[in-house]
């Protein structure tokens, strides 16, 4: 099992930037693929961006996409989420999951085992 933690969400204006951290342990990080998700007010859990397990490959959400650039550190065993011109529309509780190998790059929230706590995100306009 992965433990994971999530940190540096906070409160920023529209166009503002934030750097999201998660911190894993109890697995070698190398072997995580890892993911970023998100839920805002009202709304369903959505994909924002992974990374892959063996290649550091990556993969964004369309709605992020040239925002937001996930970024692995397998010395640290830490992966951030930079952020940059945010919407207010990316308001929302902002989630990082794990699966130990296994397919790499998938969207779909079920399919890591490991998730962490989240950290809130609120963006105002």
């Known amino acids: 099992q992965v433990q994971l933690v999530e940190s540096g969400g906070g409160l920023v204006q529209a166009g503002g930037s934030l750097r999201l951290t998660c911190e894993a342990s109890?697995?070698?990080?190398?072997?995580?693929?890892l993911a970023w998700f998100r839920q805002g007010p009202g709304k369903e859990r959505e994909f924002v961006a992974a990374t892959a397990w063996h290649d550091g490959k990556t993969d964004y959400a369309d709605s992020v996409k040239g925002r937001f650039t996930i970024i692995r550190d397998n010395t640290q065993n830490t992966m951030y989420l930079q952020m940059k011109s945010l919407k207010p529309e990316d308001t929302a509780v902002y989630y990082c999951?794990?699966?130990?190998?296994?397919?790499?790059?998938?969207?779909?929230?079920?399919?890591?085992?490991?998730r962490g706590q989240g950290t809130q995100v609120t963006v105002s306009s």
């Open positions: 999951a794990a699966r130990f190998r296994g397919p790499n790059l998938t969207r779909t929230w079920a399919t890591y085992n490991d």
């Open positions: 109890g697995r070698t990080f190398s072997d995580l693929a």
